[in-house]
């Protein structure tokens, strides 16, 4: 009698629980989405991982809350999705998942309507939704509201947010046009990082609210980064008027002369050095390239895996020069001694190989070979340098 009695109880406590939870669907995602515009309601989607604790903990303790789950239940489709399973893989790409939980909020085209991060309590995950549950977002298209002017204040800032990353360019417009109709002469620390991300130059629109609002933005910003920020906007302005083009050069002496006082003359350097080396290598000057590489790593130990492998990486590919490739070899012989894997491994392989050491270049071309096996990469160029006699 004791069993059934127990029995019973775990029943009724197992109903309990479904029905204060939230519902998710466990349909095909078009069909959720085909749901939505039936419904005239949004998607909320709980992006999750099977491994992520936070993303176990949103599933006992908020999707439960009766008030989170009535809400959800009542106004949203929802959809609870592994983003490495299935076509899990395939929306993961799509809307940029890169952490767990991700909570994403969608019209009936799928786009982007709200967006959030991370475990978060039942009263903050009932505010989200309720800040979300926007039903003329329904079956609209948020670009198109924007550029027809139909977004208020709240709403530009969420567009900026959501397509920051999207679409920057846009984001940046609409960034402009928040701050231009911004009344209120305090700043908080979310609008602050939003004009900090689209003042680009001290030719923008945002500049101008920059420096108009200095005694509201220090009040978050120190005085020291906001110096060092509008310092750094004014150098870049200096830098662009001494880039030349149509000859894909940059005048040294102008920088050094014209910003001398905005930074140390040591960070200057550095900083036009960074800017030289981006430069070159996007208007295809490998020569300029590989001589400010050489001297800007001259000193290996100060910079970091990646930025030695890239320039290695590039020089390999480009250059010809003995000297050169055996200095970039150095370079990618370091970072192989911390961190193995494929890029680091073919890299100096194919250095060695260009240098003509052939023993050195079959044994880490083999190395990447099986890196590749692993990481799921292209073995082609690897697999020609072990089949050269």
Excluded at 317 to 333: F, Y
Aim: contains cysteine.
């Amino acid at each position: 009698m004791k069993k059934i009695s127990l029995l019973l109880i775990l029943i009724i406590s197992q109903q309990a629980f479904s029905q204060h939870s939230i519902k998710f669907e466990e349909s095909s995602f078009a069909s959720i989405l085909a749901k939505a515009k039936a419904e005239k309601k949004l998607v909320f989607m709980d992006a999750y991982a099977s491994w992520c604790g936070p993303c176990k903990l949103m599933e006992k303790n908020v999707f439960t809350d009766k008030n989170v789950a009535d809400f959800y239940n009542k106004n949203f489709v929802n959809a609870r999705i592994d983003m490495e399973k299935g076509e899990g893989r395939d929306l993961a790409i799509k809307y940029g998942v890169r952490s767990y939980p991700t909570f994403l909020f969608l019209n009936g085209e799928g786009d982007v309507v709200g967006k959030e991060l991370g475990y978060i309590q039942s009263k903050e995950f009932l505010e989200l939704g309720e800040k979300n549950n926007n039903p003329q977002l329904v079956n609209t298209n948020l670009a198109e509201e924007f550029l027809k002017g139909k977004l208020d204040q709240d709403g530009l800032l969420n567009f900026i947010k959501l397509y920051a990353s999207k679409d920057p360019i846009l984001a940046k417009k609409a960034s402009e046009k928040y701050f231009t109709n911004k009344e209120d002469k305090s700043f908080s620390g979310e609008e602050i990082n939003v004009l900090l991300s689209f003042t680009q130059s001290v030719d923008d629109d945002n500049y101008k609210i920059f420096i108009a609002n200095k005694a509201a933005i220090t009040e978050f910003l120190p005085e020291k980064n906001y110096t060092q920020f509008n310092n750094y906007l004014k150098l870049m302005k200096i830098v662009s008027e001494a880039t030349d083009d149509k000859t894909k050069t940059i005048d040294d002496a102008k920088v050094l002369k014209e910003g001398e006082g905005l930074f140390p003359k040591d960070e200057l350097t550095k900083s036009l050095s960074v800017y030289k080396l981006n430069y070159y290598s996007a208007h295809d000057n490998f020569p300029a390239y590989e001589k400010t590489a050489l001297e800007h790593y001259k000193n290996p130990e100060e910079f970091n895996s990646s930025e030695l492998l890239a320039a290695a990486s590039t020089i390999g590919e480009k250059s010809s020069d003995p000297k050169s490739l055996q200095i970039a070899a150095r370079w990618a012989e370091k970072v192989v001694m911390s961190s193995e894997n494929y890029d680091s491994t073919s890299i100096l392989a194919t250095l060695y190989d260009k240098l003509g050491k052939k023993e050195e270049a079959k044994m880490f071309a083999g190395m990447a070979a099986n890196f590749a096996k692993e990481e799921n990469k292209d073995a082609t160029k690897m697999i020609e340098i072990l089949n050269k006699k």
